[in-house]
């Protein structure tokens, strides 16, 4: 499927300088000869700046974004880079609030700045309709609290500059963070704002992208999900703490009833009606249908699961670190998951999550009801969506999850197409992507696929194209079933319900079918709720937060970093498992929760308070 390019993210390139070069990120300050009346006088103009606006948008995806490489900072990726990357400052507990890679208090600060400064000036347009305007302010309205969400889903709560006049001067000395229920308050009356003007759907292909209804309310029910989790509610950590102003900046106590709230905000995008989940209609076979249903999510573009998303017409970035070193002729290698997240896909026939632990030495502790075994080989093996020749495959990679051949090149899989021949991929010492101490290389034993289209031929400059998802429907199916998990009027049935439809697209059966012991088990349904986001939004930024909202970062990012043992010279040693591929270790402590205000803002705002701990 082909589709024109994006207009609106491309309009805007030629006037980003007219509005980011600000010395004072609070502050507005015009860099050529327009004025603000000239501006906004034109369309064209009016349309630049609210394109600028949409800027600030994080790719997560990317090692070098401003707020970028979500999975590598988690315990869902493992990048193969060893030195000169950011995220091994973050993984290793080193930061401090000196660090400056990923803090985005000042680059967010400049989004809301010309979020406001559009909507305080765009009623001069005169050469768009009133209507035309009013949804415009909406859109901005919207970034506007978006880029204060990203903020406090970080930082925690932040000083929230409201409705003030985009023209007034913020003094430093004057600044110290709002409590979180004020923070919260704001969002949600800004993003009702904006739901009820914004349109239920994007009508012309060249404006996809652009925020809609239902994108404003998916952002409130994340937002309300968020503040209903551990972190945010009450936890003991931040018990006591105040601003300048003598109020306590996080709730003292949890509040259960916050995730009534946001199992009320999931299920308001659900009966919208106007999305659902995206399944292949052409496949015949049901489990070639179910991988091809997961990867369409972002091949078939802009398709009906997708309630905001990125268009992306030149992923070479991230699909070249996806595709193994001398397998093909840019292949970086790098782009990972981590032998956690290939333990969680469950198996197809039982539908159950193969690994329950780890023993102290990395042994997997198997479920012994899954069907997944650790150990041997299973010859003639067919990939069931590649089809090529048979191979000679681990156990651990057969029988799995529609998602697991979906994602995941697998050490002794082939290359995705054959363009170039069948290439087999094997990343021992010695093998056709070998393991090297240094340099690009497989560390993990597995490489990313999902986002690659097997149908572009990438030694051929065909890196393709792909809708890369904000937000979709199979998120807002498992918010809404996590907040009936854990609401007060607990309904385990609408919880159930709405996993298995998640589950049903890959093909698994019902989750209570899996575990019949699950059924009035709040706490086993929380676990095994937890393992289905982990897989089925693998990848797409959510892991980093889910961690440490929920808070059990301080287990699940805390050890030695265990691979497949890709030093063995040879396919069959290099199954076993081993510390000895990835130095180092993960390092997660009580602090790292929240990310530190940045040594810079600390000066220039000398009344502030510091989150916990740094």
């Known amino acids: 499927m082909h589709m024109k390019k994006n207009r609106f993210f491309w309009f805007l390139l030629p006037f980003i300088c007219i509005t980011t070069a600000c010395e004072r990120y609070l502050d507005v300050e015009l860099q050529n000869q327009l004025t603000m009346d000239e501006t906004f006088s034109k369309r064209q103009t009016t349309e630049s700046f609210l394109a600028n606006v949409y800027s600030y948008l994080p790719q997560e995806n990317l090692i070098f974004d401003i707020d970028g490489d979500l999975p590598g900072r988690s315990d869902e990726g493992l990048y193969s880079w060893l030195s000169g990357v950011p995220w091994l400052n973050m993984n290793s507990g080193s930061q401090t609030p000196a660090t400056s890679v990923y803090q985005t208090w000042t680059f967010y600060y400049k989004a809301i700045k010309q979020a406001t400064i559009f909507i305080d000036n765009v009623d001069k347009c005169v050469e768009l309709t009133a209507a035309q305007r009013d949804v415009m302010k909406a859109e901005s309205r919207f970034l506007r609290a978006y880029y204060y969400f990203l903020m406090i889903r970080k930082y925690g709560p932040v000083y929230i500059w409201g409705d003030k006049e985009s023209d007034i001067t913020i003094k430093g000395k004057d600044v110290d963070r709002h409590p979180l229920d004020e923070n919260v308050a704001f969002l949600v009356s800004e993003y009702d704002k904006a739901a009820a003007v914004l349109p239920e759907v994007i009508a012309e292909q060249a404006w996809y992208g652009r925020v809609t209804k239902g994108v404003a309310l998916t952002a409130k029910a994340e937002l309300l999900l968020y503040m209903a989790r551990p972190l945010f509610n009450g936890n003991n950590l931040y018990v006591g703490m105040k601003n300048k102003d003598g109020k306590f900046l996080f709730p003292q106590t949890p509040d259960p009833d916050k995730w009534e709230l946001a199992a009320q905000a999931a299920k308001a995008v659900i009966d919208l009606n106007r999305y659902e989940l995206y399944k292949d209609n052409l496949e015949t076979d049901p489990f070639r249908k179910a991988i091809k249903s997961y990867m369409g999510i972002y091949f078939n573009f802009w398709n009906k699961e997708i309630i905001w998303g990125r268009w992306d017409p030149a992923p070479f970035q991230f699909v070249s670190r996806c595709a193994p070193p001398q397998i093909v002729k840019q292949g970086y290698g790098g782009y990972a998951p981590s032998l956690k997240l290939v333990d969680t896909y469950p198996m197809a026939a039982s539908g159950r999550y193969p690994v329950t632990g780890y023993q102290a030495n990395?042994?997997?502790?198997?479920?012994?009801?899954s069907g997944y075994s650790e150990d041997g080989f299973v010859s003639n093996f067919i990939h069931p969506l590649d089809n090529f020749a048979p191979i000679k495959a681990h156990k651990s990679t057969v029988g799995r999850d529609a998602r697991f051949y979906a994602s995941v090149l697998a050490n002794g899989f082939w290359w995705i197409n054959t363009y170039h021949g069948q290439k087999l991929v094997t990343f021992h010492a010695g093998g056709t992507s070998p393991y090297t101490q240094s340099g690009d290389c497989v560390k993990a034993g597995y490489l990313w696929r999902r986002m690659s289209d097997p149908s572009n031929d990438i030694d051929q400059g065909q890196w393709g194209q792909f809708s890369w998802p904000f937000y979709r429907l199979a998120e807002v199916y498992l918010d809404y079933a996590e907040a009936c998990n854990e609401k007060p009027s607990r309904n385990e049935a609408e919880a159930l319900l709405y996993v298995n439809r998640v589950r049903e697209r890959s093909g698994l059966n019902k989750l209570e079918e899996a575990y019949p012991e699950v059924v009035g088990n709040q706490t086993l349904l929380r676990e095994l709720l937890r393992k289905e986001r982990?897989?089925?939004?693998?990848?797409?930024?959510?892991?980093?937060?889910?961690?440490?909202?929920w808070m059990i970062a301080e287990k699940e990012f805390n050890g030695p970093y265990y691979t497949r043992n890709l030093q063995a010279t040879n396919y069959e040693d290099s199954w076993t498992r081993t510390t000895e591929i990835f130095p180092g270790?993960?390092?997660?402590?009580?602090?790292?929760?929240l990310f530190p205000i940045y040594q810079d803002q600390l000066s220039e705002m000398p009344n502030i308070t510091q989150n916990y701990g740094w």
């Open 534 to 549: 982990m897989v089925e939004l693998a990848f797409e930024g959510h892991r980093y937060y889910d961690i440490r909202t």
């Open 362 to 369: 990395g042994n997997p502790v198997i479920d012994p009801q």
């Open 585 to 593: 270790r993960m390092v997660f402590r009580p602090q790292h929760y």
